[in-house]
């Protein structure tokens, strides 16, 4: 396809002498040598960079499937002119498309891949001047970029980024040093350094591997497709504007994973419906997993979006650094095997964050820590609520915290968590004020809170609360401690009594459990010592322990018939039952 270059551009349409005759008959076994930014037409072609190129405005232009650009080791430097228009290192997209006005536009770039260079953004481009764009084409996926390192500078420019483009695309091995420090929407994450802006309807997801992300005013990676895989990339973002996470967890059956997140000011990973690019907010994150990855957040004093006019960038970030964030209704995802270290000094750190989630979701085998850093006030939390309306299961995770091992904000609970076997701890660095259990919760209730056969750790108690009484700003809590109590019948041979019937009741008379032994003579409950919960009145802690266990065997007279346990801790007991039948021992 031909196009007009735009008049004082400078863009032309040069290559080494003959490359563009061969261009236009396409792909040859031998490269085409590129001396000069132009278009690059040739369908199934492979383009070599013979030396250092600059453009004025836009540098490629990509017309045609299966094209392969080798940068050769050599530089683009792009929209040298500056101007108000965005311009860009590597374009393909569709003419119709009005935000690439007066760009060189048209033709296809399916399986594009890009390599072994550098896409150097000049310091005087118009905002938005991406590195690649690519979107808006019948045919625009399957992008390949790998060895390449890129640097932007200019408001809201993202390294790589595509529209309704890039299902099925990869990036590796490459490098983003991204000196952006303004966007205009934070909520289209504008400050990301890759961004594949696909929704759940992209046919493959995106493999984002063994990447190093250095700086941008937002956040790292971002894909919205399903199936999307990111893993071994080393992220250091420098937010400052919110929902600043290195990785967006945004696509169904997506998985993060091995990656390390260290952000000189930032957020760790979202696992997210999603509120843009995913058909609608709600409608992503379903089995996502996010796994062994390496995560310390901080956030400084430098947001933007809630500072005075939106400018003044010297403020937190409401909630502060967040570890691991589910939100926006993800379903059936889990994170597991994390080490997540989210860090308080000026701003408030909570390592694990649940807010609106939807069912199913869960995590397991992680390490959280919320710890106290300098001499400043941040609050460190190592898990925090704020409205999650769906229940949460946690299981064999470790929660320390400087402020409070588990914190209700404003917005409570009410979809209630059981934690298992988790450890519950207070920081080495642990405020005079600290408590195991805090809630805040002035706006919505905390509901359903279990927490089963807990260790606590450091000082942290299952008696430690600042739970008070209901008022104007406090709604009701409560929260629960459970023990499994597990229980082995077997008769004065030490042989398992099966079928034998298991009543158990609490200390209020309430029978919490019925059944029979199996074949190997046990049956297992989960029991709750004691519930924690306010009224207008003050905070009560309703004791249920201790318990009245009774065994009946049929045609037998059990000695003992029943018997007390005191339930304090996870609890294991063999009974030897003495059956007696028609007035003898058997």
């Not at 199934?44 to 650009?69: M, R």
């Not at 994150?285 to 005075?308: P, W």
């Not at 889990?334 to 701003?347: L, W």
């Amino acid at each position: 396809m031909e196009f007009q270059a735009p008049t004082g551009l400078g863009w032309q349409v040069v290559f080494a002498e003959g490359s563009e005759r061969l261009s236009k008959r396409g792909a040859g076994s031998k490269p085409h040598a590129v001396k000069a930014c132009g278009a690059l037409a040739g369908a199934g072609a492979t383009y070599l960079l013979e030396n250092d190129v600059s453009s004025p405005g836009t540098c490629f232009s990509v017309q045609a499937d299966k094209i392969t650009l080798d940068l050769n080791g050599h530089t683009i430097n792009y929209a040298t002119e500056g101007g108000e228009q965005p311009r860009y290192g590597i374009l393909a997209e569709a003419c119709w498309d009005t935000s690439v006005a007066g760009n060189p536009c048209g033709g296809s770039a399916d399986h594009l891949t890009i390599e072994n260079g550098q896409i150097i953004q000049s310091r005087a481009a118009a905002p938005y001047s991406h590195g690649i764009r690519i979107g808006q084409l019948n045919g625009a996926n399957h992008l390949s970029v790998r060895n390449v390192t890129f640097e932007v500078n200019a408001s809201a420019s993202i390294p790589i980024f595509t529209t309704f483009a890039g299902s099925g695309s990869q990036v590796l091995n490459s490098t983003f040093r991204n000196n952006v420090t303004s966007i205009f929407n934070r909520h289209q994450i504008q400050g990301a350094s890759i961004k594949f802006n696909t929704g759940q309807d992209a046919h493959e997801g995106q493999i984002i591997h063994d990447n190093n992300l250095v700086g941008g005013a937002q956040g790292g990676i971002y894909s919205a497709s399903p199936g999307t895989a990111i893993y071994n990339n080393t992220i250091s973002q420098n937010g400052r504007y919110s929902n600043d996470f290195g990785i967006y967890v945004w696509g169904n059956k997506s998985e993060a994973y091995n990656n390390t997140i260290t952000p000189i000011s930032g957020r760790g990973i979202q696992i997210s419906g999603g509120a843009v690019s995913v058909n609608g907010q709600q409608n992503g994150a379903n089995g996502a997993r996010v796994h062994d990855n390496q995560i310390t957040v901080i956030e400084l004093r430098q947001n933007c979006d809630y500072s005075a006019g939106g400018k003044a960038c010297n403020v937190c970030e409401p909630g502060g650094a967040y570890g691991i964030q589910f939100d926006d209704h993800p379903t059936d995802s889990t994170a597991y095997k994390n080490t997540v270290r989210a860090r308080a000094a000026e701003c408030d750190a909570q390592a694990l964050r649940l807010t609106n989630i939807g069912p199913a979701n869960t995590s397991h085998d992680n390490v959280f820590v919320a710890e106290r850093v300098g001499q400043d006030r941040g609050k460190a939390w190592a898990l925090g609520t704020g409205g999650a309306t769906s229940h949460f299961v946690a299981s064999k995770d470790s929660f320390i915290g400087d402020s409070a091992t588990f914190h209700a904000d404003w917005d409570g609970m009410p979809g209630g968590l059981t934690c298992v076997s988790c450890t519950l701890g207070k920081g080495p660095h642990a405020t005079s004020d600290y408590v195991t259990f805090s809630f805040e919760n002035g706006g919505n209730h905390v509901f359903n809170l279990h927490f089963q056969d807990s260790t606590f750790a450091g000082g942290a108690s299952k008696n430690s609360s600042d739970m008070r009484a209901i008022e104007a700003n406090r709604q009701y809590a409560e929260y629960f401690i459970d023990w499994t109590y597990s229980l082995t019948v077997q008769n004065t041979s030490g042989v398992a009594v099966g079928g034998a019937m298991v009543s158990i009741t609490d200390a209020t008379q309430k029978e919490v459990f019925s059944g029979t032994t199996t074949g190997s003579g046990e049956i297992s409950a989960v029991l709750n010592e004691f519930k924690a919960f306010n009224t207008t009145k003050g905070v009560t802690q309703e004791q249920h322990t201790p318990y009245q266990v009774t065994i009946r065997v049929p045609g037998c007279a059990p000695n003992p018939d029943s018997f007390t346990v005191s339930l304090t801790k996870t609890t294991v007991q063999t009974i030897p039952l003495t059956c007696v039948a028609s007035g003898k021992q058997r």
